[in-house]
């Protein structure tokens, strides 16, 4: 991990204050959906991430404060994108973070997703997927728990079934795989949650009509 830390903290460095609009997102593995994902879609015409959005990867949800925070700060536009589980709901309640940013720039994983969990995070908005690719990939066979418990976060039933199960392997795979594969071989509810997710990444940085 430690090369990955050194070229990520590099690249942070290099591109930090460089770009006029930023979203600060809790980690590398929701870079890496989030990134890939939106490619799919692009080339599909389903939905266009704004490509002059940055996109800044915090090392947690607490962390996403703090880098929002000093982004706008420098006076750049900003939003943040956090999981609906407990940390998030933490970081999103953080006074700095709503005085800093305001409800339309914090963005949930739950306002875009449609099933039945309490507690959102991004994979499970490509819980279908991932079941998938995790068997073809590495064996990992969780498909009849992720079936039963609907009501389960995907990651909890992986942590729970899988020994030495890594978050950081799985999304590498998934990038793998969207490298071969089109935005139809995603289920439809997950095309139509990443089209909600984009649509509301880019309007969180639309100004107010009065504004312009």
């Known amino acids: 991990m430690l090369p990955l830390q ?4 590099h690249d942070l460095a290099q591109s ?15 870079l890496f959906y989030l990134e ?25 949800a607490a962390m996403v404060v703090y880098y929002a925070t000093i982004l706008h700060a420098r006076k750049l536009k ?18 700095v973070l709503l005085q800093t940013l305001g409800n339309k720039a914090i963005i949930r994983t739950k306002d875009a997703y449609t099933g ?20 073809a990939e590495f064996a ?21 079934e899988i020994p030495h199960f890594s978050k950081y392997k799985l999304a590498k795979a998934y990038v793998r795989w969207t490298r071969g594969h089109a935005a139809n071989d995603l289920s439809i509810t997950e095309r139509v949650q990443w ?6 990444i880019n309007a969180s940085f639309d100004e107010p009509a009065a504004a312009r």
């Not at 050194?6 to 903290?9: D, F, M, R």
């Not at 770009?19 to 590398?28: F, S």
């Not at 990992?140 to 729970?160: C, H, M, S, V, Y």
């Open 6 to 9: 050194e070229a990520l903290s």
């Open 16 to 30: 930090l204050f460089a770009q006029p609009r930023n979203l600060v997102v809790e980690g590398l593995t929701d």
């Open 36 to 60: 890939a994902t939106a490619d799919l879609l692009r080339a599909e015409y389903i939905a266009d991430l704004d490509s002059n959005i940055a996109l800044i990867p915090a090392t947690s």
């Open 78 to 95: 900003v939003a943040a994108l956090l999981d609906s589980d407990s940390a998030g709901d933490e970081a999103a309640k953080q006074a």
């Open 116 to 135: 039945p969990l309490m507690r959102v995070e991004m994979e499970d908005l490509l819980r279908h997927t991932l079941v998938g690719i995790a068997k």
């Open 140 to 160: 990992w066979d969780i498909a009849a728990t992720a079936a039963e418990q609907p009501n389960r976060p995907i990651l909890e039933i992986f942590k729970g």
């Open 195 to 200: 089209t909600t997710l984009i649509e509301k």
